[in-house]
Nanobody, 116 residues
Framework: QVQLVESGGGLVQAGGSRRLSCVAS????????MGWYRQAPGKPHEWVAD???????NHADSVKGRFTISRDNAKNTVYLQMNSLKPEDTAVYYC??????????WGQGTQVTVSS
């Protein structure tokens, strides 16, 4: 079955950096688009970035220039490098695999807290 396991969250000071990882299993990772989403307290789920199997990326305007999504197909892992972190980046970050238009898989989430 599909499994997504995130890691790398924690407490970081504003202006700092953090790298999140998501190890995937149960499907052919290398050909599928993977994404990162986040949810802050009291706010809706927000798309952060995605990356195709071929490595093409898209980033939300709110993180563009600060966050970078990447992948290592040999390790079935997608990363989110977060630089210049701001308190408003505080959220639970989720790895996503969209199998079909109506079928999504999510990891358990990893908390990132940015202190001012």
């Amino acid at each position: 079955q599909v499994q997504l396991v995130e890691s790398g969250g924690g407490l970081v000071q504003a202006g700092g950096s953090r790298r999140l990882s998501c190890v995937a299993s149960g499907f052919i990772f290398s050909i599928n688009t993977m994404g990162w989403y986040r949810q802050a307290p009291g706010k809706p789920h927000e798309w952060v970035a995605d990356i195709t199997g071929g490595g093409s990326t898209n980033h939300a305007d709110s993180v563009k220039g600060r966050f970078t999504i990447s992948r290592d197909n040999a390790k079935n892992t997608v990363y989110l490098q977060m630089n210049s972190l701001k308190p408003e980046d505080t959220a639970v970050y989720y790895c996503n695999y969209r199998q079909t238009m109506t079928r999504n898989y999510w990891g358990q989430g990893t908390q990132v807290t940015v202190s001012s």
